[in-house]
Nanobody, 128 residues
Framework: QVQLVESGGGSVEVGGSLRLSCAAS????????MVWFRQGPGKKREGVAAINIGGSTTYYADSVKGRFTISQDNDKNTVYLEMKGLKPEDSGMYYC?????????????????????WGQGTQVTVSS
């Protein structure tokens, strides 16, 4: 069955860094859109970054541009989110999601309803 497994979350101080991983299995991992979402307490789920699997196109929320980098290792069926310059407002549960029926991300990539598979999430806490 399809599985997305996140790891790499933790607690860091302001300005710190973390690298999240999302390992995918159980479906044809190619030409799809993979996205990192996050959800803080009392907040809506927010699309943070997206990548076209097998391609080079990436997408970022304005709030993380220049600080976060999404990348992929297709040999490992894994997508990463490198986070630097972390701020308290970056805290939350981070989820990876896949649209296994797509042929790539679109300009509405931040819509949660587009994604049919989700991981269980990994917690990121940034303290000041």
């Amino acid at each position: 069955q399809v599985q997305l497994v996140e790891s790499g979350g933790g607690s860091v101080e302001v300005g710190g860094s973390l690298r999240l991983s999302c390992a995918a299995s159980g479906y044809r991992y190619s030409s799809n859109c993979m996205v990192w979402f996050r959800q803080g307490p009392g907040k809506k789920r927010e699309g943070v970054a997206a990548i076209n699997i097998g391609g080079s196109t990436t997408y970022y929320a304005d709030s993380v541009k220049g600080r976060f980098t999404i990348s992929q290792d297709n040999d490992k069926n894994t997508v990463y989110l490198e986070m630097k310059g972390l701020k308290p407002e970056d805290s939350g549960m981070y989820y990876c999601a896949a649209d296994t029926s797509s042929i790539g991300c679109t300009n509405v990539w931040q819509a949660p309803l587009l994604y049919n598979y989700w991981g269980q999430g990994t917690q990121v806490t940034v303290s000041s």
